[in-house]
């Protein structure tokens, strides 16, 4: 019985990352996937794995980044908030976006989960809000202003 265990929870994936549903029930979906994904997208802002020791118990990253509702600012990793950069309050307004949209990835029930062609357009236009108010220059070097926009020293 113990092997069987070993192959059911390598089968479900990894503890922090797989959705409610895909633990509690062993439910395989696209729907997972997304919800899978909003952790990863939330990783990236937050500079915090889903396994970090600060969350145990009643806290997960998931709940942490949504009791920052009003101040997106108080979770995100510091070394993105740098507030020389010119257009900060867009800056902010980027990662608001992309805290709602990560919000829409982890939705209950899983059917009220957005689809990833949808996270696609979204994370387009979030992306196309911030070359928009850079210059003609920058617009075309797309990559190169979406680093510049969090890392302005990488250009």
Same mark, same amino acid.
């Given at each position: 019985m113990g092997n069987?265990?070993?192959?059911r929870t390598?089968?479900?994936?990894?503890?922090?990352?797989?959705?409610?549903e895909y633990g509690s029930e062993g439910i395989v979906s696209t729907k997972g996937d997304i919800y899978s994904y909003r952790i990863m997208l939330m990783e990236t802002f937050v500079r915090k /794995?889903?396994?970090d020791e600060m969350f145990m118990e009643e806290l997960t990253l998931k709940s942490w980044v949504e009791s920052s509702t009003n101040n997106i600012m108080e979770v995100i990793d510091v070394n993105l908030l740098i507030e020389e950069y010119e257009n900060f309050a867009l800056k902010q307004a980027c990662f608001s976006s992309i805290r709602t949209l990560a919000s829409d990835c982890t939705a209950e029930p899983p059917q /009220?989960?957005?689809?990833?062609k949808d996270v696609v357009v979204r994370l387009k236009k979030i992306l196309n809000q911030i070359t928009d108010v850079r210059t003609p220059q920058l617009r075309e070097r797309r990559h190169e202003?979406?680093?510049?926009?969090f890392h302005p020293e990488l250009v």
């Open positions: 069987e265990f070993m192959k390598k089968t479900l994936g990894t503890i922090g990352y797989m959705a409610p /794995k889903p396994t /009220k989960r957005i689809n990833m202003d979406q680093v510049s926009f």
